[in-house]
């Protein structure tokens, strides 16, 4: 057994993008923006089916901007699942407003929609402004905008889809990104594609678009001295990180191919175990950008703890699913409407490595390393 660790999901990259990064550099545009920058964002927006796109340093940065863009500020709320990671919470902080945790699908893990629907009717009852909600398409899986679209229309409150991990996932035919007032992805190291780090905003809507870039900007006028009427963020992508990108998606189909080929190997391996199933399984517009078991330890005889020690000890690193952001410190006392199934997740789900750079030989070791557990309980 080799001691070398097999992670969640590590970057998946290789001799393509290093050829782009090269060009990018040789190009001698190794600032924020450039031709790179300009490229990724058309490819990008072509690839998920929306008219606009804004390339920004992080996710988070995407979500921020977009936030100010709808108009989010202090005294209002913002509607955000507590399954989720402390960005989609922290962006809605940046812009004073506060956020309004909804718990999630038991089987899914994305927003509960009936419990969405009864927090929006609750906070028109009592007279609360909600700046937007915050979908998240969990895992790789798109929420139910067949449901929630409509229902925050009616109510009158934009929808920022955050797509952070589901570049490439479709829901009905149409893709993560492209739901909503906006969309945002993120290009962090473990996710689908990578740009080392970078996001990327996607909009319908130009005045929309326009007042991201500008935000991202410095909030720069377009005189030829530096002037400033708003504070603005640098927020921008650089160009040599553009180009990893555009690498990158040339290869998404074919990595997000490798994740579901692994994601039937897993459902395969716990097919015949009692009290064991996968989050959100049969979505076949999922990207599986990650596999999450779930674990009833009173029908499995074992819980999902137990067996990530088993893999740390065979330095196979595993997580739990995220701990929702109701019971995180620094949202304490932040208001809620919830039904303990997120609480249950965090206690019970268990990620798996699902990197698509994942060797056969590694898979090989994950599967022996499962089964060796399987096999004494």
Not at 50 to 60: D, K, P
Not at 242 to 258: H, K, P, S, V
Request: with cysteine; proline share 5%; charged share 20%.
């Amino acid at each position: 057994m080799t001691n070398d660790t097999i992670h969640l999901s590590p970057p998946d990259v290789g001799p393509l993008e290093e050829r782009y990064a090269i060009s990018a550099i040789r190009s001698g545009w190794v600032a924020p923006l450039g031709p790179e920058v300009d490229a990724f964002e058309s490819e990008v927006a072509s690839r998920v089916g929306t008219s606009h796109a804004v390339a920004t340093n992080s996710g988070t940065a995407a979500l921020h901007l977009g936030l100010l863009a709808l108009g989010a500020r202090p005294e209002q709320v913002v509607i955000v699942p507590t399954l989720t990671f402390a960005a989609t919470a922290n962006a809605v902080v940046y812009t004073g407003a506060r956020p309004f945790f909804v718990d999630c699908d038991p089987l899914t893990g994305n927003i509960d929609v009936d419990l969405l629907e009864t927090a929006l009717t609750r906070l028109r009852r009592d007279g609360r402004e909600v700046a937007a909600v915050i979908p998240v398409d969990m895992f790789g899986r798109c929420a139910d905008y067949e449901r929630i679209l409509p229902m925050c229309a009616e109510a009158g409150v934009p929808v920022l889809e955050d797509a952070a991990e589901a570049l490439g996932a479709t829901r009905a035919g149409r893709a993560a990104g492209s739901f909503g007032r906006a969309g945002v992805l993120s290009f962090n190291g473990n996710k689908i594609i990578t740009t080392s780090g970078g996001g990327m905003l996607l909009t319908e809507d130009a005045a929309l678009a326009e007042r991201v870039r500008y935000l991202a900007t410095q909030a720069r006028q377009p005189v030829w001295h530096y002037e400033h009427v708003d504070i603005g963020y640098n927020y921008r992508l650089s160009n040599v990180l553009a180009a990893i990108g555009r690498a990158q998606l040339r290869r998404l189909d074919t990595m997000i191919g490798r994740r579901r080929d692994l994601r039937e190997s897993y459902a395969k391996l716990f097919a015949a175990v009692p009290g064991v199933d996968l989050l959100g399984e049969g979505d076949p517009g999922d990207n599986c950008w990650l596999t999450v078991i779930v674990v009833d330890p009173d029908e499995a005889g074992w819980d999902a703890r137990e067996l990530a020690a088993h893999l740390a000890d065979r330095h196979i690193e595993t997580r739990p699913v995220w701990m929702p952001m109701h019971l995180q410190p620094v949202h304490s006392g932040a208001e809620a409407a919830l039904t303990g199934a997120a609480e249950r997740l965090f206690t019970t789900g268990l990620t798996l490595p699902s990197g698509s750079a994942m060797t056969d030989s590694h898979r090989a070791r994950v599967e022996q390393a499962i089964d060796d557990f399987l096999t004494t309980r």
